[in-house]
């Protein structure tokens, strides 16, 4: 699998999301500058966390009108998997890939912690892998109150691109909302951070099972 890793001013996961792609898949992933105009021929894309921009103006809003983002877009409506992680997944939302927005945490808190989530879709590009429909992974955010209008959020529900939803309510997120994808299933964004627990070496790795069922799928 040929992956990039996309990063910006302010990225502050791109290391561990190119470690996290590097250990599964045996193949150290492409870094690109958000300054880059153009992208290698590779099966994905991942866009990490942080605070690009600083978060300046909204989150992802700034990092939106970056020079990569014309490729980004390209790509994914050429079918190669995306994967919007936390800051990511602000980031397509800004861009269109995917519907609604990231707000403010209900309690205005930044949350730090490991949460619950239930695979709500385990038949998707990033899901399959999945042993079970529940698991864990860590949040760090303060923007990650999902929000759509609920004739969206019947559409994304209806066409399975409900990918993972809390386990109980975390901050706010309409329907418990961790992660959707788009209709045809190869853009994933999410709030929760399954790069982080990948590595063998901190124990149990939860996160190992997405990064694996994108290998499965691309092949």
Sequence with gaps: MRAAVVTFPGSNCDRDMAV?????????????WHGDSELPDVDLIALPGGFSYGDYLRCGAMAARSAIIPAVIKAAERGVRVLGVCNGFQLLTEIGLLPGALMRNIDLNFICRNVALTVDNP???FTRKFATRTTWL?????DGNYYADDATLDRLEDGGCVAFRYGEPVNGSARNIAGITNAAGT??????HPERVVDPALGPN??????????????
């Design 123 to 125: 038949d998707t590009a």
């Design 138 to 142: 860590p949040v760090a955010h303060h």
């Design 206 to 219: 939860p996160g190992r099972p997405l990064f694996e069922s994108l290998l499965e799928s691309i092949g």
């Design 187 to 192: 853009v994933l964004g999410m709030m929760p």
């Design 20 to 32: 996290a792609i590097e250990q599964v898949t045996g193949t150290p992933p492409h870094r690109i």
